[in-house]
C-alpha cells in the first residue's frame, strides 16, 4: 500500500469510528475495551491523533512523551463537545499528512520506508481497530470480522502487528517451549512464521514446519490477532498445539 492509500483508509475508518461513536452515545461500554466507554474511546484516539500528527508537523527527532493512559482519558474537552473534537482533530491529522513532504523527517518507532509511510499507515490501523471497538458499542450491532476489512488492507495491518509491533522487545513471546505457529491468510495468500525457543520469539514472512496454525480470512485474523473476536466469528481454523495461540495472546496485547 502506498501513503495515499493509507491516508484514504485513515479518512474512512476515522469518520466510520466518529460515526459508530454518535450511534452509540457517549456512555455506551466499549465491550472490546474492558472497562471503557465510548467517551474513553474518544478521548484516546483523539490524543493519538494529535500526537501522531505533531511528529509530522513538529518534525520531531524524538518520539514525543505522553502523560499516560489515564491522565489522556481524564482530559480533553467535555462530553458535549467530544465528538465534535473528535472530527476535528481527525480532520487536522488528514491535512497535515496530506500536506506533508513525503521526505519529511521525523522519529518513528518501527521500520518503514519513510516517516511519513510510518505515520500513515499506523493511524490508518490505530483507527481502523478502534472503528471496531466503537462499533462494537452500538447497541443490537453484531459486527462480522469477516467482513470489516477489505483483505489487502487486513493483509497489511497483520503485516504490520507481526513483523512491527510482535518483533519490539517489549511484546516478544516469552516461553521457554519450542514453538512455532504459521499465520496464513486464506485470501490473500500471505504466511508468516512465528519461531520460539529459549525465551525468544522470531517472526518471518512466507511457510514453513509449524506446530500448530491459524488459517482464515485475511480480515477475521486481523481483528483475532488485535484481540478484537474469538476463532469463530473471525472464520478461524484452529490447528495443532493451542499453547503456541495461548502464548501469542497473553503476550501480544498492543494499548496504542
Given amino acids: 500500500m502506498e501513503v495515499d492509500d493509507y491516508i484514504a483508509a485513515l ?20 465491550p472490546t475495551c474492558p472497562g471503557w466507554q465510548v467517551r474513553d474511546l474518544l478521548r484516546h484516539q483523539a490524543f493519538v491523533h494529535d500526537w501522531a500528527g505533531r511528529h509530522v508537523r513538529e518534525q520531531a527527532l524524538e518520539v514525543i512523551g505522553d502523560p499516560g493512559e489515564a491522565q489522556i482519558l481524564a482530559d ?3 462530553d ?3 465528538l465534535a473534537a473528535y472530527r ?6 488528514l491535512r497535515t499528512l496530506r500536506a506533508a513532504d513525503p521526505a519529511v523527517q521525523c522519529a518513528v518507532f518501527m521500520p518503514a520506508p519513510s516517516p511519513l509511510a510510518f505515520w500513515a499507515r499506523r493511524q490508518a490501523h490505530e483507527t481502523a481497530i478502534h472503528r471496531l471497538d466503537a462499533q462494537s458499542a452500538v447497541p443490537g450491532r453484531q459486527l462480522d470480522p469477516v467482513e470489516a476489512f477489505a483483505p489487502s488492507f487486513a493483509e497489511d495491518g497483520i503485516d504490520e502487528l507481526l513483523m512491527g509491533f510482535a518483533a519490539r522487545g517489549r511484546y516478544r513471546q516469552r516461553t521457554d517451549q519450542e514453538q512455532a505457529l504459521a499465520v496464513r491468510t486464506a ?5 508468516w512464521l512465528i519461531k520460539t525457543a529459549a525465551g525468544k520469539s522470531t517472526i518471518t514472512r512466507g511457510a514453513g514446519d509449524a506446530d500448530s496454525a491459524l488459517d482464515g480470512p485475511a480480515s477475521g485474523l486481523y481483528a483475532f490477532l488485535w484481540n478484537r473476536s474469538g476463532p469463530g466469528p473471525a472464520g478461524i481454523t484452529v490447528t495443532g498445539d493451542p499453547g503456541a495461540i495461548a502464548t501469542w495472546q497473553s503476550s501480544v496485547r498492543v494499548s496504542w
Fill in 11 to 30: 479518512s474512512r475508518e476515522g469518520s466510520l469510528l466518529g460515526d459508530a461513536a454518535e450511534a452509540a452515545g457517549l456512555t455506551a461500554p466499549v
Fill in 76 to 78: 480533553g474537552p467535555p
Fill in 80 to 82: 458535549g463537545e467530544l
Fill in 88 to 93: 476535528a482533530g481527525l480532520a487536522e491529522l
Fill in 187 to 191: 485470501d490473500t495468500g500471505a504466511c
